[in-house]
């Protein structure tokens, strides 16, 4: 009897050891909160050009200038979005196709590869894949309805008998920040920074299928860099992204990417080692990186709307969303 209980001890211990370990290798290592600096936005200058003037700060923030209506015009045209551009941009926002309405992602990354960005359209995204894209640095542009509204969206088809999935209203912001309740934007039709809650966000995201564009600079980019020699390496721990150790070893994420061979989407994971420049890095100077002010906090128990009869549209973010 003695012995049948020492075996069912050591194996209890043994399950115990077992469900602390996988647990462990399942844990969330994103950080709770992530904030990128450094995201400068501009006031679309069209009704639908929100996608250009997005794809505009974007780039600029990857260092590639771009001008919103250079863009616009780079763009290709199309009665599918999927697939082009869809109407004029001048005309009123909020329609659907037929009628002016914007573009979706795919071109949007298509034409920031012509300019030299290393851009990708996704569909389907979590709200982890999002999680990840901020902790490693790289602002995200997302498609989202009006100012973060829920809305419904329809199937489409186009006069060539292409489909896609439309919604009134379609919007798009550069996700710069989170923590556990809030998402913060950059919102193409201020071009200021903006707060909304995460679960307005995640409702309005939704509508058109969870999609954005991931970017960053290409490949060839990153290797016109010069670097220096390493002379220290560094362990990556839970809630490091390029951008910010660049700053801490007085160097730039672009220097550190070529130094450790990381390509795009440029992301780091707790446990890796990085070859690092200068001669601290032992002890770097830890520099806090906090976002940008935020100029105003989203209140939706408002139930007005505003519409004033000019092209520009001018919608305040504490408006509601039509039917709603």
């Known amino acids: 009897m003695l ?7 050591f194996l209890a211990v043994v399950a115990m050891l ?15 909160s992530s904030y990128i600096s450094g995201v400068n936005g501009h006031a679309q200058k069209h009704s639908l050009s929100c996608e250009a003037r997005s794809a505009a700060d974007l780039a600029t923030f990857w260092g590639i200038r771009i001008g919103e209506n250079e863009f616009l015009e780079a763009l290709p045209k199309s009665d599918n979005p999927d697939s082009g551009f869809v109407g004029n941009p001048n005309e009123a926002w909020g329609s659907i196709p037929p009628h002016s309405y914007g573009v979706h992602a795919g071109p949007v990354a298509d034409t920031l590869h012509s ?6 359209a996704l569909n389907n995204l979590s709200w982890d894949d999002l999680r990840g894209q901020i902790q490693a640095g790289n602002p995200v542009i997302v498609w989202v309805i009006g100012q973060m509204w829920g809305g419904t969206s329809e199937h489409y088809m186009a006069p060539d008998g292409s489909t896609s999935r ?20 950059v919102d193409a039709y201020s071009g200021q920074y903006q707060t909304y809650s995460l679960s307005s966000f995640l409702h309005s995201w939704e509508v ?17 860099a010069t670097v220096e020699p390493p002379t220290d390496t560094y ?7 390029l951008i910010e150790l660049s700053k801490r070893f ?26 690092v420049p200068g001669s601290d890095a032992h002890e770097p100077a830890v520099e806090v990186v906090q976002p940008e002010p935020v100029q105003k906090t989203v209140n939706y128990n408002l139930n007005c709307i505003i519409r004033l009869p000019i092209v520009q549209r001018l919608v305040t973010p504490s408006m509601l969303p039509p039917n709603d």
């Open 3 to 9: 012995m049948v209980k020492r075996i069912f001890w």
């Open 18 to 32: 077992f469900l602390v370990d996988v647990s462990a290798a399942q844990g969330d290592t994103q950080p709770e």
């Open 115 to 120: 300019f030299g960005l290393q851009a990708e």
């Open 166 to 185: 439309v919604a009134n209203y379609e919007h798009t912001m550069i996700l710069t920040g989170y923590n556990q309740d809030t998402v913060q934007v």
């Open 208 to 224: 058109l299928g969870n999609m954005a564009v991931f970017a960053s600079l290409e490949a060839g980019h990153v290797a016109d």
């Open 235 to 241: 362990t990556v721990q839970p809630g490091d992204y």
């Open 250 to 275: 007085g160097t730039s994420w672009v220097e550190l990417a070529q130094l450790n061979q990381i390509g795009y989407p440029f992301v780091i994971h707790p446990g890796q080692v990085l070859q």
